[in-house]
């Protein structure tokens, strides 16, 4: 799949900030007045920054709107319809704190569960897809939701619980990979099966319908990210989990928090971009390719 | 709504001969003129003269080789368009109810208007069947040319799809496959019609028919009795110049 870098820095930032939104909103005492406010100025940076650099990747941007239609049957639009739910019931949760020194709990609480569940619709739009089997398993949301607890409990400055789950998150990130390696052969899903021809032999590629290569292909292939994906999920592995917890077991110190968290967007970053740049989408069987 | 219909009240579709089709693109370039003229957004070329020539098509023809495990290779033309689907992922994953399928027909479509161009429902897609316009910015796909196929401005003849009313070959066929008796569904029970990728449950309702197996150098024909050469000696001229050509020095092969 081509590794859009909008959404990629979508799914980063806004996990990370519906994570710190969580968080905040759980939290049985939370911070007030100006404290709050740099809390939730963080959190809205990120989740809004990152959906609004999601809407980049749209041919009509103009029209995104539309997309809180149909929640019923689309996991996108159900993103859309509980991001903005999740938003708006955190920004009163904020405004309370902030202005008024008042713990809502509710809100707080009802803003926890959906920024959590933004989350999980996100990671749904990757697993519903049965043409990406690299995606297709219970373990994408399992992936993103620890991801997102665990970025955001660093950001919020819960050491214990930031060790915790970084660790839990590296577990699944580490199944993650290895079940995705021998997902596309493991779905059974071929040359052979797409073209209903497999029975009779072993079915080849001869000529693609055009010389060039057309959306699908530069949609779908992407072959690019490949050659070094084992080093770079080194690099990723290194960066979103190894340093962060090396940085908040030692003697806390604000630089540490600063370079732990720094570290562990980086590293999400780079493990988001393989997520998209090592999936095998099913049209690239028909081009022979994967 | 981008739910999908329980039932449509036909289901309109193609059969694709993979025995007659040879591969000559007619049905591509005939649907590319049709719908860059027609319904909605024209489909658009990058670069059409220059390096990397690309361009939206709906329909596309691949070539495959197909190595049995004795025996000679055999080649298939082998066109593909949007299915249709039954169980279509491309509609429900739509977040703006842009996608859907029709009740009347089971043709499935895009309501341009809608369309965001988020490009989910290509990702959906198993069959490479939707192509985001890249100068237009929404999807396109195979409309089994629904401008034509009610159209009562055109001759009869010509309310079929652009690509069967092209291909020279006769090699695709238009119909409803809900209904048993019609010319597509016999021919689909006749001819051992089969289903892309059906491991993914989309219930396609185009239908593909196997290319015939390829003869073998082995096999007897019925003319070869008629064939046996007449003189297994050659005679007259070509006789005197067999025997001339012996008596030269230097041996026979």
Request: net charge negative.
């Amino acid at each position: 799949m081509h590794p859009a870098p909008s959404v990629i820095v979508f799914s980063t930032l806004s996990g990370l900030g519906f994570g710190l939104l969580f968080w905040l909103g759980i939290d049985p005492t939370p911070p007030t007045g100006l404290t709050a406010f740099v809390f939730f100025a963080i959190a809205y940076a990120l989740s809004v920054g990152g959906l609004i650099s999601s809407t980049f990747h749209l041919g009509h941007p103009e029209r995104a709107w539309r997309a809180l239609s149909q929640w019923r049957s689309s996991w996108l639009s159900r993103e859309g319809v509980s991001a903005v739910l999740a938003l708006l019931f955190m920004g009163l949760y904020a405004i309370s704190l902030i202005f008024l020194e008042m713990n809502a709990t509710a809100l707080g609480l009802i803003g926890a569960a959906l920024s959590l569940f933004t989350v999980f619709t996100t990671s749904m739009i990757y697993a519903q897809l049965d043409t990406v089997p690299r995606w297709k398993t219970p373990l994408t949301p399992a992936l993103y939701l620890s991801f997102s607890l665990a970025g955001g409990a660093l950001l919020s400055g819960r050491v214990n619980m930031a060790i915790l789950l970084l660790v839990i998150a590296a577990i699944f990130q580490f199944i993650w990979w290895q079940r995705g390696d021998a997902a596309l052969s493991d779905s059974g899903t071929d040359l052979g099966t797409a073209t209903g021809l497999g029975e009779r032999g072993t079915v080849r590629s001869m000529a693609h319908p055009h010389t060039a290569p057309n959306y699908l292909v530069k949609e779908f292939i992407y072959v690019i990210g490949r050659k070094h994906a084992q080093k770079l999920r080194r690099i990723a592995f290194g960066l979103t989990f190894v340093l962060p917890i090396i940085c908040l077991l030692l003697t806390f110190s604000h630089v540490l928090a600063i370079i732990a968290v720094l570290s562990h967007v980086a590293g999400v970053a780079t493990s988001r971009w393989l997520f998209f740049a090592e999936a095998e989408h099913v049209v690239g069987l028909y081009y022979g390719m994967r | 709504m981008t739910d999908l219909p329980a039932k449509t009240d036909r289901t309109l579709g193609l059969v694709i001969d993979l025995d007659t089709c040879v591969g000559c693109h007619a049905c591509v370039i005939s649907c590319k003129g049709w719908n860059t003229e027609n319904y909605g957004a024209p489909l658009s070329d990058q670069r059409p003269y220059g390096t990397e020539p690309m361009g939206t098509f709906l329909n596309r023809v691949h070539s495959y080789e197909v190595q049995p495990e004795q025996g000679n290779a055999q080649t298939v033309h082998f066109p593909k368009s949007c299915l249709h689907c039954e169980n279509a992922p491309c509609v429900t994953v739509c977040p703006t109810g842009a996608s859907y399928k029709r009740v009347e027909d089971g043709i499935v479509l895009v309501n341009e208007d809608h369309c965001i161009g988020c490009g989910l429902c290509a990702w959906a897609c198993p069959y490479g069947a939707r192509e985001l316009d890249q100068a237009e910015g929404v999807m396109k796909k195979c409309t089994l040319c629904v401008d034509r196929i009610y159209n009562e401005n055109l001759p009869e003849e010509d309310q079929i799809p652009s690509c069967v009313r092209t291909c020279p070959a006769g090699a695709r066929h238009f119909g409803d496959l809900s209904d048993p008796t019609s010319d597509v569904s016999q021919l689909v029970e006749s001819r051992g019609g089969f289903d892309l990728m059906p491991e993914m449950g989309t219930l396609p309702v185009n239908k593909y028919l196997p290319p015939r197996l390829k003869d073998s150098w082995d096999d007897q024909s019925l003319l070869a009795p008629l064939l046996e050469p007449v003189a297994e000696e050659p005679q007259g001229f070509l006789g005197w110049l067999d025997k001339a050509l012996d008596k030269l020095p230097g041996g026979t092969a």
